[in-house]
C-alpha cells in the first residue's frame, strides 16, 4: 500500500489510469516516451497499454525492457488502423481514467499526476485535454504566424495559462488528452476506424470520438494547463503541397462529422460562412490562404457526404 501526494492511500494493483498509446515502427521514439512514463512524479497507480499496429521493426523488445520498470501490457492489431490499434487497447484497459497519448511524445514528469489531480478537482467534467509543446526550429515561418494552421499541421495546444473550460465545439487532441472510463463503457470500438492515421482519412478521429459522448455544446470538458507534454513535428505535415492536402482532408472530415461552427445560441445572428470569411481574412501568406481554402472545400464535401441517418443528424435534429 502506498499514499500518493492526495492523501489517499492504494493498493499497489489498484490502477487509477491507464495510458493508451497506439504505435507502428517507431521503436525509437515509443523508447524515450516509455522512459519519460517511468520518470513520471507523484502519479497514481496506473499501467501503460499499447496497441501494436503490426510493427516489424525493435518494438516488442522496446516493450518488453519496459516492463522492468512499468506496469505495460500490449496487444497486437494486425490490420491497418491507428484508430484499430486504439480500441483493442482499450478493450484490456483497467484504469478508471484512460489516458491518450502518441508515441512520439515527451511527457512534463508531473503529467499523469497533474491529468489525475484535474479529475478529482472536477468531478463534473467527463473530457480533460492538456498543454502540447512542438518544436518551433522544425516549423517554417508562414506555418507558425498562422493561428488557423498550427495545431492542425503541428498538434500544438492550449488555451492559456490557466485551466479552462471547452467551448462550443472545441476538444483536446489526441497526443494529450484523457477520458473517464464510464464515458466508453457501452462501447466496444469506440475510436471511428474508417478514420485516423492509417486509413484514407488520417484526420478527424479524435473529435468524432469524442463527440459521440461529449457533444459539442456540453460544458464536460476541461483543459489542464498544467498537463504537458511535448510533441514531434511530422516533417511532411508542414511541407506546403503535404499541409494542403491535409487541411482538405480535415476539412472533410469536419464536415462529415457534420457538426456546424456556430454555437445553437448564435444561429440567426452568425453564419459559418462569416467564420469562414474571418478566417480567410485574417491570413498572412498566400500559402495560408490555400490552406485555409482548402479546408472549407473539403467541409463542403465532407458536409454533403454526411448519411442522413448518422448520429450527428439525430444530434442536430435534436438541437432544432
Request: hydrophobic share 40%; net charge positive.
Amino acid at each position: 500500500m502506498t499514499k500518493t501526494k492526495y492523501g489517499i492511500f492504494y493498493m499497489m494493483n489498484d490502477i487509477k489510469i491507464s495510458v493508451i498509446i497506439a504505435t507502428r515502427n517507431r521503436a525509437a521514439s515509443l523508447a524515450r516516451l516509455l522512459e519519460g512514463l517511468a520518470a513520471q512524479v507523484d502519479a497514481p497507480p496506473f499501467e501503460v497499454i499499447i496497441g501494436d499496429n503490426g510493427s516489424i521493426d525493435d518494438t516488442p523488445s522496446v516493450i518488453e525492457h519496459a516492463g522492468s520498470k512499468l506496469t505495460v501490457c500490449c496487444v497486437r492489431e494486425e490490420h491497418p488502423g491507428k484508430s484499430r490499434a486504439l480500441n483493442a487497447a482499450l478493450r484490456i484497459a483497467g484504469g478508471a481514467i484512460f489516458v491518450f497519448t502518441d508515441d512520439d511524445v515527451q511527457p512534463h514528469p508531473q503529467w499523469l499526476a497533474r491529468i489525475f489531480e484535474a479529475s478529482l478537482m472536477y468531478p463534473e467534467c467527463n473530457v480533460f485535454g492538456g498543454r502540447i509543446l512542438v518544436d518551433l526550429k522544425n516549423v517554417p515561418g508562414w506555418v507558425r504566424r498562422s493561428f488557423n494552421l498550427m495545431g492542425l499541421l503541428t498538434s500544438r495546444h492550449g488555451k492559456g495559462k490557466s485551466d479552462a473550460r471547452y467551448g462550443f465545439n472545441e476538444y483536446p487532441f489526441g497526443p494529450n488528452m484523457a477520458v473517464r472510463r464510464h464515458c466508453i463503457a457501452q462501447f466496444n470500438s469506440p475510436y471511428p476506424e474508417h478514420l485516423g492515421p492509417g486509413t484514407r482519412m488520417p484526420v478527424g478521429d479524435e473529435p468524432t470520438f469524442l463527440s459521440q459522448f461529449s457533444p459539442p455544446d456540453a460544458t464536460d470538458r476541461m483543459f489542464v494547463a498544467s498537463a504537458c507534454v511535448m510533441h514531434d513535428v511530422e516533417a511532411e505535415n508542414v511541407i506546403f503541397y503535404k499541409a494542403l492536402e491535409r487541411c482538405y482532408r480535415a476539412g472533410r472530415a469536419h464536415g462529415m462529422l457534420g457538426i456546424s461552427n456556430v454555437p445553437p445560441d448564435m444561429v440567426g445572428h452568425v453564419s459559418t460562412l462569416t467564420l469562414i470569411g474571418k478566417r480567410l481574412i485574417a491570413c498572412r501568406s498566400l500559402r495560408e490562404l490555400a490552406c485555409v481554402s482548402a479546408r472549407y472545400l473539403g467541409y463542403l464535401q465532407g458536409n454533403r457526404e454526411l448519411p442522413i441517418n448518422s448520429p450527428v443528424k439525430s444530434y442536430q435534429s435534436q438541437r432544432s
